[in-house]
């Protein structure tokens, strides 16, 4: 069965301190994994697409990889702004045309 | 680009009602997509829309219906309401290949009373 995984649920980081959160997947064929940041009340928006294991990618303080099992975003000092819901979705298996997404990681940056 | 658009933002239905939320999609994009959100929960896919066709459908019950229109704008049609329904509804836009990156709107607040 398809799964995906998001840890941890919870995350309050100082403004500064470094962090990854994880995205870890069991599915029968990954097509293409994708990180979406969502503010309370707000649809989720597009961060990264990642393909193949070892692609990685950076937009500003943040940083996607992907490896066979899991997929992690590194925050590089954050920001109180930083502060969202991020979510990790997947198309799991070849002729499934929809995201699968995980429960996501609220993430909160003290100032 | 006003993006992917939805209508209304927030709702209130009673029990046993109907309600029709909209999409437009980004400029561009010929595919549009449902998801429902629980509180605390990641997106759950309801159906696809493309070429005026469902797609593909997850897993909901009859009561939730679609349509895609010539212009590939979309509505999401709800029966007989149930408090359960009560939920963030959104709508993502794509292009192309089923790999391609989806944009979503800001979602509907629907509640059920």
């Known amino acids: 069965e398809d799964q995906v995984t998001q840890s941890p649920e919870a995350l309050r980081l100082q403004e500064g301190e470094s962090s990854s959160l994880n995205c870890s997947y069991t599915?029968?064929?990954?097509?293409?994994l994708f990180w979406y940041r969502q503010d309370p009340g707000k649809g989720p928006e597009f961060l990264f697409t990642?393909?193949?294991a070892g692609e990685e990618k950076e937009k500003e303080r943040l940083k996607a990889t992907l490896t066979k099992k899991e997929s992690f975003l590194h925050i590089t000092a954050p920001k109180p702004e930083d502060s969202a819901t991020y979510l990790c979705?997947?198309?799991?298996?070849?002729?499934?045309?929809?995201?699968?997404f995980g429960t996501g990681t609220r993430l909160t940056v003290i100032p | 680009d006003a993006g992917v658009t939805q209508s209304p933002t927030h709702l209130i239905k009673t029990r046993g009602q109907q309600v029709t939320l909209r999409c437009s999609p980004k400029s561009g994009h010929d595919t549009v997509s449902w998801y429902q959100q629980a509180l605390g929960q990641g997106p759950q896919f309801i159906f696809q829309y493309y070429e005026e066709e469902e797609r593909q459908r997850g897993n909901f019950p009859d009561r939730f219906s679609g349509h895609q229109f010539p212009n590939y704008s979309s509505e999401l049609n709800v029966n007989a309401l149930l408090l359960g329904d009560s939920a963030l509804y959104l709508c993502?836009?794509?292009?192309?290949?089923?790999?391609?990156?989806?944009?979503f709107g800001q979602g509907t607040r629907l509640t059920v009373v």
């Open positions: 990642l393909y193949s």
């Open positions: 599915v029968s064929g990954l097509r293409g």
């Open positions: 993502a836009s794509s292009y192309g290949t089923p790999r391609a990156e989806a944009f």
């Open positions: 979705a997947l198309y799991p298996k070849t002729g499934a045309n929809n995201l699968f």
